[in-house]
Nanobody, 126 residues
Framework: VQLQASGGGLVQAGGSLRLSCAAS????????LGWFRQAPGKEREFVAA????????SYADSVKGQFTISRDNAKNTVYLQMNSLKPEDTAVYYC????????????????????WGQGTQVTVSS
């Protein structure tokens, strides 16, 4: 599968952005999906994940209640709605995909994913 992330940009603190990640192929529903981010000088960190079924989600503690991950299998797209953005949310955001056996599993570690998008820059100004 090939992944194309979009929707990043420059936003003021307190603002919102919605990231999208479009996937190629006809087996999108067989993939669990996730979002990670990497700030300058820092390691890539987990942000959010959603199961193949869409019924299970996981979030990093730092974004719980602030970010929402969702998927639209008809559009082969996963989204990350980001609200109340803070300067510390500034990073390159990456989407990722892999194919776990179970419908309800969420993958929260970067090494669990084989497929990655190119990243989209999110900059939050104070």
């Amino acid at each position: 599968v090939q992944l194309q992330a979009s929707g990043g940009g420059l936003v003021q603190a307190g603002g919102s952005l919605r990231l999208s990640c479009a996937a190629s192929g006809r087996t999108f529903s067989s993939y669990a999906l996730g979002w990670f981010r990497q700030a300058p000088g820092k390691e890539r960190e987990f942000v959010a994940a959603i199961s193949r079924s869409g019924g299970s989600t996981s979030y990093a503690d730092s974004v719980k209640g602030q970010f929402t991950i969702s998927r639209d299998n008809a559009k082969n797209t996963v989204y990350l709605q980001m609200n109340s953005l803070k300067p510390e949310d500034t990073a390159v955001y990456y989407c990722a995909a892999d194919r776990p056996l179970h419908l309800t599993v969420t993958l929260t570690a970067w090494y669990e994913y084989d497929y990655w998008g190119q990243g989209t820059q999110v900059t939050v100004s104070s």
